[in-house]
């Protein structure tokens, strides 16, 4: 099994900054990892995929956060960031760290990022 806690959230200004962190622990074997990922939910909407990261380091974005977003990981402390800039009052939505290995997907228990005009 693997857990995952995710850190970081809060409420900030228009224009500030976070940096989300997800620390995995358990059965994770980091070259074993398919992907990983953040995603988020707002009230009244789908959960959507914010960013990813696979194995190879490739990264991908939604286009709403592209350029503002930036995802990153540490094999050695474990950890995934997600490093938010220019924050918007739409990117306001609970944020979940996800991995997926060897075909299971695991969920952290969410974070709250709340972002004020």
């Known amino acids: 099994q693997v857990q995952l806690v995710e850190s970081g959230g809060g409420s900030v200004q228009a224009g500030g900054s976070l940096r989300l962190s997800c620390a995995a622990s358990?059965?994770?074997?980091?070259?074993?990892?398919?992907?990983m990922g953040w995603y988020r939910q707002a009230p009244g909407k789908l959960r959507e995929l914010v960013a990813s990261?696979?194995?190879?380091?490739?990264?991908n974005y939604v286009d709403s956060v592209k350029d503002r977003f930036t995802i990153s990981r540490d094999n050695a402390k474990e950890t995934m960031y997600l490093q938010m800039n220019s924050l918007k009052p739409e990117d306001t939505a609970v944020y979940y760290c996800?991995?997926?290995?060897?075909?299971?997907?695991?969920w952290g228990q969410g974070t709250q990022v709340t972002v004020s005009s």
């Open positions: 996800n991995i997926k290995q060897r075909g299971l997907v695991y």
């Open positions: 990261i696979s194995s190879d380091g490739t990264t």
């Open positions: 358990g059965s994770v074997f980091i070259f074993s990892i398919n992907a």
